[in-house]
């Protein structure tokens, strides 16, 4: 394909981002969900610029790159969903540099936009122990999703999975005797994770029921949905949002389970490599950032304990 033509609802323009998405699994081993996000992100580029003229690939300057990225400032994007989707503008561009689809690339002056270093929001001990002592209490009065729910709870904070980890489990991968799962994470990249006797016993329990619900489509899967089949990140969520306004904590989505498993784990005494291994991080600076929630802390116990703080 050369000089492509971006009109709208051209199958030129679905051909163009099938094969810029195949790239970008193929190539540079970018998550599903990834490759969704900036699918989404260079199509609604290529919207603007059509709006504004530009009916060729080859048509899309710095000009249309930096007001496409200011309409999304004006439209109050997130700084995270900015930096995200100018990334996903230079990926694109780039690529269709190589491809020889364009001739040059307008993005390599394209500046970046920072995102704050925010802290993320875990539980505190208590809170996390509330939780599951709640979602326990419920799965023994309850059904097979309510066992489900509490196993799902129990292994996303004992592990620190991703949702879309904890959803693509197989069965055979959970050794409860061993008390290690093997999850796949981004890039595909396997990983071996442990879990305690709590996570166990709360699968097991998931396990001696799952049958009531398991189909021929799903005989694989772990975690199942209400209707049989494999559970999916979005049920993953309602569960957890569900589970903690019952028991009372503060609101969190799966990944502040993630994110409080790591900070716990820290505050334990593990060692960041070891944390970084446990929850897949491809470099140490994205692990490094659990240990500035452990200073605050302490911060806040010394400013509260000591008389000469």
Same mark, same amino acid.
């Given at each position: 394909?050369? !000089?492509?033509?971006?009109? =709208?609802? $051209?199958?030129? @323009?679905? #051909?163009l981002l099938?094969d810029?998405?195949?790239?970008?699994?193929a190539q540079r081993g970018?998550?599903?969900n990834t490759s969704r996000?900036?699918?989404s992100?260079v199509?609604?580029?290529?919207?603007?610029?059509v709006?504004?003229?530009?009916?060729?690939l080859?048509?899309?300057?710095l000009r249309t790159?930096?007001a496409w990225l200011a309409?999304?400032s004006?439209?109050h994007?997130?700084?995270a969903t900015?930096?995200?989707?100018?990334?996903?503008?230079?990926?694109?561009?780039a690529?269709?540099t190589r491809?020889?689809?364009i001739?040059?690339?307008?993005?390599?002056?394209?500046?970046?936009a920072?995102?704050?270093?925010?802290?993320?929001?875990?539980?505190?001990g208590?809170? !996390?122990i509330q939780?599951? =002592?709640? $979602?326990r209490? @419920?799965a #023994?009065?309850?059904?097979?999703?309510?066992v489900r729910?509490?196993?799902?709870l129990?292994?996303?904070?004992a592990?620190?999975?991703?949702?879309?980890?904890?959803?693509g489990i197989d069965?055979l991968q959970a050794?409860?005797?061993?008390r290690?799962?093997r999850?796949?994470g981004?890039?595909?990249k396997?990983?071996?994770?442990p879990?305690?006797r709590?996570?166990r016993?709360?699968?097991a329990?998931?396990?001696r029921?799952r049958?009531?619900?398991v189909?021929?489509?799903?005989?694989?899967?772990?975690?199942?949905?209400?209707r049989?089949?494999?559970?999916d990140?979005r049920?993953?969520?309602e569960?957890v949002h569900?589970?903690?306004?019952a028991?009372?904590v503060?609101d969190?989505?799966?990944?502040?389970?993630r994110?409080?498993?790591?900070?716990?784990?820290?505050?334990?005494?593990s060692d960041?490599?070891?944390v970084?291994e446990i929850?897949?991080?491809s470099?140490l600076?994205?692990?490094q950032?659990?240990?500035?929630?452990?200073?605050?802390?302490?911060?806040?116990?010394y400013?509260?304990?000591?008389?000469r703080?």
């Open positions: 394909m050369t !000089v492509t033509e971006i009109m =709208e609802e $051209a199958p030129e @323009r679905a #051909a099938d810029f998405c195949a790239h970008l699994g970018l998550s599903q996000a900036y699918r992100d199509d609604s580029l290529l919207s603007f610029a709006r504004h003229g530009a009916g060729h080859d048509q899309i300057d790159l930096r309409s999304q004006a439209a994007r997130s700084r900015l930096a995200r989707r100018g990334a996903a503008a230079r990926t694109f561009l690529w269709a491809t020889g689809r001739e040059s690339d307008p993005s390599v002056r394209l500046g970046t920072r995102v704050p270093a925010l802290l993320p929001t875990v539980l505190r208590e809170a !996390v939780l599951l =002592e709640a $979602a209490t @419920r #023994a009065d309850g059904g097979p999703l309510a729910d509490w196993a799902m129990e292994l996303l904070y592990t620190g999975v991703r949702v879309s980890e904890l959803a069965v050794d409860l005797d061993e290690i799962v999850v796949v981004k890039g595909d396997e990983r071996v994770v879990f305690g709590p996570a016993d709360a699968v329990a998931w396990l029921v049958d009531e619900l189909t021929p489509a799903s005989a694989d899967a772990l975690f199942l949905g209400a049989g089949g494999r559970v990140p049920q993953v969520r569960v569900a589970a903690t306004a028991a009372g503060d969190l989505a799966p990944h502040g389970l994110h409080t498993a790591a900070t716990h784990l820290l505050e334990g005494g960041l490599r070891s970084q929850l897949g991080h470099s600076a994205t692990t950032r659990y240990t500035h929630i452990s200073a605050e802390r302490l911060r806040s116990a400013a509260l304990a000591h008389p703080a």
